[in-house]
Each structure stands twice: as structure tokens, then as C-alpha cells.
């Protein structure tokens, strides 16, 4: 599986485990068709759930004129997989991680999404 839909994957459940009450591995065989679970997959669901707390902080540090509380639930889950990246993925060098996020957010959000992760994002490197 290539990384940009394992990232895609990786979205939707992610996103569906803040919208639900499921579980990571049921989330992920929500959103794959094969059995077998990409290793990059897996590691980013099961990372940003791991470090969620971390992270949230991380992102509410740099958030200008919003709580992160007040986030919409794409715009969140876009900047916690990016976040995640940032801080724990070294193979993922940081501008992959914010343009990755920014695309996530134009396919998953409204119209002005993407530039919103993009802003916060750059403030955060």
C-alpha cells in the first residue's frame, strides 16, 4: 500500500474512532479491504492514539483565535496524523507530514481546510 492511502486509511479510522466508540483494530479492518494491515497503517493509527494527549497539547499550543476543543473532527484528525509524524516518524521528513495532512484535509474537509492545517502546521515547525 502506498503511504498516501495508508495516510487515507489511517484518516478514516482515526476519524472513526473520535466520531464511535470502536476500537483501534476494528477501525482499521473498517477501512481496509485485505487482512493483512499495512505496517505504516498501523503504526499511525495505533501511534496517534497511543500519544493522542501529547499531541493535542502539541497542536493547542499553536492555535491562534481556537480552542482545540472547538476543532472540527477532520481538521483535528488531519493535524494529530501530521503531529504524529512530526514528532515520532523520522523517516517522514516534516514537510512530507504537513503536505500530507493539508491533502487529507482538502479531500476529508471543507473548502478553507486545507490552508487552516497548512497555517497550523508551519507554526508548529
Do not use: C
Request: charged share 30%.
Amino acid at each position: 500500500m502506498k503511504r498516501r492511502t495508508a495516510r487515507e486509511k489511517a484518516f478514516q479510522a482515526l476519524f472513526q474512532m473520535n466520531t464511535n466508540e470502536i476500537d483501534i483494530d476494528e477501525a482499521i479492518q473498517h477501512v481496509v479491504e485485505d487482512p493483512t494491515v499495512d505496517s505504516f497503517l498501523d503504526d499511525l493509527v495505533h501511534g496517534v492514539t497511543e500519544h493522542r494527549s501529547e499531541l493535542d497539547e502539541w497542536i493547542a499550543a499553536h492555535l491562534e483565535n481556537w480552542t482545540f476543543d472547538r476543532l472540527p473532527k477532520v481538521e483535528k484528525t488531519a493535524l494529530r496524523i501530521a503531529a504524529y509524524e512530526m514528532k515520532h516518524n523520522e523517516e517522514v521528513p516534516n514537510q512530507v507530514a504537513i503536505n500530507e495532512a493539508v491533502e487529507l484535509a482538502k479531500i476529508f474537509g471543507e473548502e478553507d481546510s486545507g490552508k487552516f492545517v497548512n497555517g497550523v502546521l508551519s507554526k508548529m515547525l
